[in-house]
């Protein structure tokens, strides 16, 4: 079965510093993976996504993600961290095809704070 | 383009009533999925409609149902509440690509008392 791990609860960094969340994968055939990002009473927003291609994908707001096959990771990084960054971050791969195209499975998730 | 609205933002229930939560997606995405997410159990898939069809049911009750109108547009169904179904009911949709991300609404906020 499918299924994403976010082995921390919380991430703290201060503002300017880089900001990594941390996430691994188990998938059977390629992943579909994506990183969402969820502000306080807030639906879930898109950041990136990898599909295939190249190992490093850029998405919004400054954020990008490695991707790492013999590792099974997909972190997430900034280069420097904005206090407005803080926010629920899940990383999440879809299922596979016979479980349909549009079910995701989503890791716990990793609040970041980043202070002043 | 307009994103994925939901309806209403909030509600309050009893234990033994029932809800129905709409959801419209963005306009041309036919592809309609719906999330419960809780502190206890994160986020977890409900289920997904596409051309009115049921493609894919996660491991919910009887109780949680769906549909989809021509338009797109979904409902859910929440019959016979119980405290744990207080939750962030999150509808996403997208189109019909596997590569393709999921867009979500802001949710519906439901709390059963």
């Known amino acids: 079965a499918q299924s994403v791990a976010q082995p921390e609860d919380q991430v703290n960094v201060a503002e300017g510093n880089p900001l990594t969340v941390k996430c691994t994968y188990s998938?059977?055939?390629?992943?579909?993976l994506f990183w969402y990002v969820q502000y306080p009473n807030r639906g879930l927003q898109f950041l990136l996504k990898?599909?295939?291609?190249?190992?490093l994908v850029k998405g919004s707001y400054g954020f990008e993600a490695e991707f790492n096959k013999s590792q099974t990771s997909f972190h997430l990084k900034k280069p420097s961290a904005l206090v407005s960054d803080s926010a629920l971050y899940f990383c999440?791969?879809?299922?596979?095809?016979?479980?349909?195209?549009?079910?995701?499975?989503f890791g716990a998730g990793t609040r970041l704070a980043v202070h002043p | 383009k307009a994103g994925v609205t939901q309806t209403p933002r909030y509600l309050i229930k009893t234990r033994g009533q029932q809800v129905t939560l709409s959801c419209s997606p963005i306009?041309?995405?036919?592809?309609v999925s719906w999330y419960q997410q809780t502190p206890g159990q994160g986020l977890q898939f409900l289920f997904e409609y596409f051309s009115e069809t049921q493609r894919n049911k996660g491991n919910f009750p009887g109780r949680f149902s769906g549909r989809q109108f021509s338009n797109s547009r979904s409902e859910m169904n929440v019959s016979t509440l119980e405290l744990g179904d207080s939750a962030l009911y999150l509808c996403?949709?997208?189109?019909?690509?596997?590569?393709?991300?999921?867009?979500f609404g802001p949710g519906t906020r439901l709390t059963v008392l």
């Open positions: 996403a949709s997208s189109a019909l690509t596997p590569w393709n991300e999921q867009f």
């Open positions: 998938v059977s055939g390629n992943p579909y």
């Open positions: 990898y599909i295939t291609g190249d190992n």
């Open positions: 306009s041309g995405h036919r592809s």
């Open positions: 999440a791969v879809r299922d596979s095809p016979s479980g349909g195209y549009n079910k995701l499975i």
